[in-house]
């Protein structure tokens, strides 16, 4: 990894963080409504996997997606509108927090049905087959998604067709609010990809740079056609599933343990200890993340609402 | 103009797709290899070969999910439920995702799909493969929802909703696959989705119907001219979003209303037809709107003098629509 890298990649994970602590702050105010999942802890899975994607590849997420939709280059300013219901945001204000997408990004959506969008991302990689491209879709979905069945349908249906998919499983350890253990019948996640015969593996995901390598590795394998395989990413949500949640599954004692290997904190010790960053430079990433999230919170809340008309449009293309 | 069923309308629609748009393939169960349960694709694994007559595994929410991932990358599929009856596996990615993609992305994702199921009973199925569907679907804007009931209507209906950039439930009604058959002309035409149809024109009576029902509504009337009552048919042909114009244009020249389907009658399509009817005919009618429908029973039972019982028919349109007549 050379220093701009470096430098890029620490950048994201500090504005994913600060951008999420700044929605929850604004969702405490009452001025994000709804629903609102934070990513908070889990930066370093999104930021060294994305990092490791070529243009051509598609990512596709699940309904904790504003780390995954930064990573992917979505602007921190369009994603605070979003969540605010602005006609400014990535969706125009008609999706929210949990639908943010941009095609152009090759961001393919955060998705709200657990599991639903395993298929939609086999269905994506089929088009790269079909058409003999070259791109992989990454798929990426928490533990409590490979409990239902279109988790196995979608790997099985992908090993048969041998589609260029990486399936990411990001373990982080609850399924809302209960545990991977009470829920599944393997604790690790990469084990049921044997029932399909799929290559299978399992990275620590509080290490930017060790998942980076993984998917590296990985996905030139998918695109040397090696055929799908499953990457189980462990790691850990600080915050609660969603905002309000009361948390009585865990105790402090157990985030304070995961918050003392922070993937910020790690990948930061990492860039100064391998010569790639000074403390200076790094200080300067966090005031300039800073200022990033000052103005995209006057830009989100000096943004216009929809108008009503926006209600009808876009249910059919016109023909 | 050769003659053909209803089912070779469909095959010949398919095949002359694929050979038009290299982008359109077929995938479901059984329609490689084996050329569909009921051989819709008959004949086409050999003539464009696995890649394109992708036999999938028996698991219906993933051949929609992939098919619409498929066609958000820019692909044409067209997918083969078995039966109308497996589809409901699928329903959150037909409901959740394929009618909601365009809409939640502003128009930057269009899902141009065609998911075809056979429907309806009457065939000694039973509970499990006779179901009629319509109503899930025709609820749901971001769908269209479209059932031919004539050979020309299967193949130009099938074709434009290839063409569509909308996703698109294609319902056949499968015990007139082979049962109806009709004219079809050599060479390309398409039949547009949205408008209905006059089948058959008259002044006494309004027949509304689609699918199976429609062939048996045209019975119904021609046996009702003997009588002297001169019914007037409307093959709907696309359900949603529906074609109000033709239906109150006819009601507004009959004055009376019948409205038929085999579905049960509770919830039904027509409780929809004849709400358009009360809100914007009232006046010119000069009788309560009739349904004549399926009884609200779970299913289609199997033993032959139940299925009698359940499956509407052309004596039971007749006798609806007389009594109407005559009200």
Request: proline residues 5%.
């Amino acid at each position: 990894m050379d220093k701009q890298t470096g430098l890029k990649l620490y950048h994201e994970m500090v504005l994913i963080r600060r951008t999420e602590e700044k929605a929850a702050e604004l969702y405490q105010q009452g001025k994000i409504g709804g629903f609102l999942h934070l990513y908070i802890g889990q930066e370093a899975v999104s930021t060294g996997l994305i990092s490791a994607r070529l243009p051509q590849d598609r990512v596709i997420t699940a309904y904790r997606d504003h780390g995954v939709a930064i990573n992917c280059g979505l602007p921190a300013k369009e994603i605070l509108a979003e969540m605010l219901g602005k006609v400014t945001g990535v969706s125009r204000g008609k999706g929210g927090s949990m639908h943010l997408a941009d095609v152009s990004k090759n961001f393919w959506g955060g998705h709200a049905i657990v599991g639903a969008h395993l298929p939609l991302a086999a269905g994506l990689a089929l088009g790269d087959l079909y058409q003999k491209q070259d791109g992989v879709t990454i798929c990426m979905f928490g533990d409590g998604a490979t409990n239902i069945g279109y988790f196995h349908e979608a790997l099985n249906l992908s090993k048969v067709w041998n589609l260029p998919v990486l399936w990411v499983c990001e373990n982080n350890q609850y399924g809302m609010g209960t545990a991977v253990d009470r829920a599944s019948a393997v604790s690790q996640i990469r084990q049921k990809a044997e029932g399909y015969g799929m290559t299978n593996s399992r990275v620590d995901g509080m290490n930017l740079v060790a998942v980076r390598e993984a998917a590296q590795k990985i996905l030139s394998e998918i695109r040397n056609g090696s055929g799908p395989q499953l990457l189980e990413i462990t790691t850990y949500r600080y915050r609660g599933h969603s905002m309000g949640d009361p948390e009585r599954y865990r105790k402090p004692e157990e985030i304070h343990l995961w918050q003392e290997q922070d993937p910020i904190g790690i990948f930061r010790r990492h860039l100064l200890d391998n010569g790639l960053a000074v403390e200076a430079e790094l200080n300067a990433e966090d005031d300039a993340v800073e200022e990033e999230i000052r103005e995209a919170v006057i830009f989100a809340e000096s943004s216009p609402e929809p108008q009503a008309e926006e209600l009808f449009r876009d249910i059919y293309v016109e023909a | 103009m050769p003659e053909m069923t209803l089912i070779e309308a469909i095959r010949q629609a398919q095949d002359e797709e694929l050979a038009r748009d290299p982008n359109v393939f077929i995938t479901g169960e059984d329609v490689g290899v084996r050329g569909g349960v009921f051989r819709a694709t008959m004949g086409l694994y050999d003539k464009y070969g696995p890649n394109r007559l992708i036999d999938s595994p028996l698991a219906e929410d993933s051949i929609v999910g992939v098919g619409i991932g498929a066609a958000l990358y820019g692909m044409r599929p067209i997918l083969e439920i078995q039966f109308a009856d497996f589809i409901h596996p699928a329903l959150n990615q037909i409901i959740s995702e394929a009618a909601k993609m365009c809409y939640r992305s502003n128009g930057e994702w269009t899902v141009p799909l065609v998911i075809r199921a056979p429907y309806g009973g009457g065939i000694g199925g039973g509970l499990y493969h006779s179901q009629s569907v319509e109503a899930l679907f025709a609820h749901v804007p971001g769908l269209k929802v479209v059932i031919p009931s004539t050979p020309y209507d299967a193949k130009g209906l099938l074709k434009a909703a290839v063409r569509d950039p909308n996703p698109i439930i294609f319902l056949e009604p499968k015990k007139g696959y082979r049962l109806i058959k009709g004219e079809v002309p050599e060479g390309e035409y398409v039949v547009p989705i949205g408008p209905a149809r006059i089948s058959r024109p008259g002044r006494d009576l309004s027949l509304f119907a689609y699918g199976m029902m429609h062939h048996y509504a045209l019975q119904a009337a021609q046996k009702l001219e003997s009588e002297g009552i001169d019914v007037e048919v409307v093959d709907l042909r696309t359900l949603y979003p529906v074609d109000k114009e033709t239906i109150l244009n006819s009601v507004r020249k009959t004055s009376r209303a019948l409205i038929v389907h085999e579905d049960n009658l509770t919830g039904g399509y027509g409780a929809e037809i004849a709400a358009i009817i009360a809100d914007e005919a009232f006046t010119d009618l000069d009788a309560p709107v009739r349904r004549l429908a399926g009884p609200d029973v779970p299913a289609v039972p199997f033993s032959h003098p139940m299925q009698d019982w359940f499956m509407v028919n052309p004596e039971k349109i007749a006798a609806a629509a007389r009594k109407l007549a005559q009200w």
